[in-house]
């Protein structure tokens, strides 16, 4: 299966916690996508990657939320001293090149902060 | 402002019927996209159908079409031929070339196809 992956699926800590998250793209995508989706409601952007560049980061992504994207392969999502309210599904995407093409979704890590 | 619309919260649907799940959007910028995925339970997105702001043909992908009407700025989804399957919420949403490709979403509309 060539599509995008996430790991871990489902991630529970407690509060105040630092957790990671990575995302793996379909080979040979260039564009990479962070989402962050609550309950009831549509996916919010976060960030997004070019290659390795981070080109755009969301005023949701506070000082405690950090990407990267090493050599422009997988991803990772970091967040330092979580909270209650960074309970939430967090999605990842890749698409081929352009800003235009499609972005196709990976099946999302599920985070319960207690 | 740019914003996704989708007013309808839920929806049923009998098997076998066609049903038409409604998006209007809000933009002053001329080169956008605009895109349907479907959220089973499991939380996947899965992507259904894209059509460009300067396509004149509207988009069909199987038994999914959109029905794009740029002057009035909606952008609906019409699924033929329903299937228990199909049972899911489903999201429009919008990307602008100019921004990157990032997405903004809609609420989301939960259909619910009875046998």
């Known amino acids: 299966d060539t599509g995008v992956s996430q790991d871990p699926r489902h991630k529970i800590t407690k509060r105040g916690q630092n957790v990671t998250f990575r995302c793996d793209p379909i080979s040979e995508h260039n564009r990479l996508y962070w989402y962050r989706q609550t309950l009831g409601q549509g996916p919010e952007f976060l960030t997004y990657?070019?290659?390795?560049?981070?080109?755009?980061k969301s005023r949701l992504l506070s000082d405690r939320f950090s990407a990267e994207r090493p050599k422009g392969s997988f991803s990772t999502l970091e967040i330092q001293r979580t909270e209650q309210g960074d309970s939430a599904m967090y999605l990842c995407a890749s698409s081929p090149r352009l800003a235009r093409d499609t972005q196709y979704f990976g099946p999302g890590t599920r985070l319960t902060v207690l | 402002a740019q914003k996704i619309t989708q007013t309808q919260p839920g929806m049923f649907v009998q098997e076998k019927e066609a049903v038409t799940l409604d998006c209007t959007y809000d933009?002053?910028?001329?080169?956008?996209?605009l895109f349907w995925y479907k959220q089973p339970s499991s939380g996947e997105m899965i992507f259904l159908i894209y059509q460009g702001s300067y396509d004149e043909q509207n988009a069909t992908e199987g038994r999914y079409s959109l029905n794009f009407q740029k002057a009035r700025k909606s952008a609906n989804l019409v699924i033929s031929a329903s299937q228990l399957g199909d049972s899911a919420m489903y999201f429009c949403a919008m990307s602008f070339y100019n921004q990157g490709g990032k997405l903004i979403f809609g609420q989301g509309t939960e259909l619910s196809v009875k046998p």
């Open positions: 933009t002053s910028d001329q080169s956008y996209g």
């Open positions: 990657f070019q290659n390795e560049a981070q080109l755009e």
